[in-house]
């Protein structure tokens, strides 16, 4: 749709040279006018150049991408080649792939390892070096996981501060020393086995740029514009790594950013780089101030919330409602919401101006579990709804969790993390198998478990073994696999519990989705590229309505929103996120257009029915 730009948007589209900072409110049209700006560069500049744009969400770059295409759909141009649209990691992926082996590093076959994986290596340094680990071996279990947590955080955040391992100096406490000695070794691990972690992928792009001047020469000459969103968010890494490619107060780099929507200060992000970025490049700046998106009513409570926000102006032809509502607890809450938008969609809403559909509704969470209680009651009624929060296991039935894992073993059959969870799921009597036992492969781990299975798995089992089987060879058939789990389960009716049903074949229709999208992306079929592949997925293309936790659902709207569980405890976690979840609510309520809808519960079903009291925000914004 083409609209009428407002004067500060119209200065954003027409800026070509030099750096730029957009300061915009949520809902001000930054994405509309950023994505008109790049588009009339490719129009109006010649040259045969790239335009870099990256954002904080692969959902975020999802939409970008779609908003680009739509915008040179008239001229029937493909200009996807034009742009390179991702992540900072996976920007940073790319020249580790194409360019990791100047800093000698195996680039054939990278393997991303995820925070449980990282977690087990430190632990299997701990318990293997008797120098290292004297402490860890003698302490308490939860002492254990506590201190696996504090040295994975402490080897994170020295990559996140571009800090390589080194070797201990004897000048250093002995804390230092400890952490130090375990970060070097753990580095020397990962490259034995030409391992990465997420924090190596920035680090290591920036050691390539910052090492080999000839090869950031060439991506300066490709990538000859910049243009990063949720710079609010950015990190010391990855803004380190901009300023390794865009210098200077001459570079073509734009950042766009909220302050008041900073919500990753849990990785790292610090938002005072939004005042480095004008130290330090003196750039244009344009403050976008008018609401497109939001209601009055939702622009009045969000202001109450965020008086820093106080410049924001509303569309005042946009009417709509704020609703507060106050459940017994989540399961009260799930099924009021339910009928809510049954009735919603059957008979719409005087507010609603279309009718409306299931995609322009989203349910938002501070945390992923508090969105259980809704799943399970959209299932029970049949609503259409996409999950879009990140997990480490993707299924959520216990069938496919099984076959997740084995499909993890057949990856990787030393992975004890993945071994353990298998176990505790299938419930074998640990003292039944061989500890010391290594297996030369998935196939053999799989089948070696066959004996161990209690009985009532022994018939699922055997499936479970024959859809393997089609996936450990060189050839992957894994619509095939899917397909023969399903034939079993839903055509010879195993399962009489419709609810369990319902998941599994939730699940299976997931893992298809996934097998499709990267089946259809890559060239060569093989499990690590396919998990690496889904590790990487935000889960974007199903349809329904989007269950989202607020991280998730930056950058989205929804002519209809519930944020749910607005609780002490949750909305803020504790006093000292207090500040940082104002932020995240702030996105949250932000997400919506015409109706908002706030709840909080009296008791939790989630913690033994402890009573609960409302979110002090909810004082905030005026509403209690
Ligand atoms: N000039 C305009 N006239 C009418 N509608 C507009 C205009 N600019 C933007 N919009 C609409 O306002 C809504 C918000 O725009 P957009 O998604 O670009 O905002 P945003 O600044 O990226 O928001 P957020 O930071 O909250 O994610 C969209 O529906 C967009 O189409």
Redesign the pocket.
Known sequence: ?D????AS?KQVVEHIEGPLLVN?S????????TVKRLANIIRNHKGNFKILILTFTRIEAQQVKERIEQEFEKEHKEVSDRFFIGTIHQFSKEIVETRGDTLGLSTKEIILIDSNEIENILKNILTSDSSLGSFYQNSPLEKNDKLIRDVSFYISNQKKMLKQPKLIKEHENEDQKFFDSIYYEYDLFLKSQSLIDIDDLILLAYRILNERASIKEIYQRIYKFACIFEAQDLTFASFELLRTLYPDKNSNIMFVG?KN?AIYSFRGSITSFMEEIENHYSPSIVN?TQN??SSVEIISISKKLMPSSLNISANSAIKGEVILKEFENENAEAIWIADNIMNLVESNHKKLIQQIQWDNIAVIARNRYILRSIEKQFLKRNIPFANRTFGNLESESTLMKVFELGMRLIINPQDQYYIEQFQSLLKFKSSSIDHKKSFESGKVLLNYFEKHVADNWKDTYKILLKSWALIWGTEIRFSDALHLLENYFVSSSQTQDIEVLNIIISDINLWRDYWVNYASGAKEHNLLGFRNKVSSLSKVSSRGISLLTVHSS????FDVVYVIGLNEGIFPTNEETTDVDRNILYVAI?RAKVLLYLSYTRSSIYSDNKKRIPSRFLREMGLL
């Open positions: 749709m609209y009428a730009l407002s948007q915009s949520p809902g001000t049209g930054k994405q509309l006018a909220d929507q976008l497109y998106r930056q950058g989205r709207e932000t």
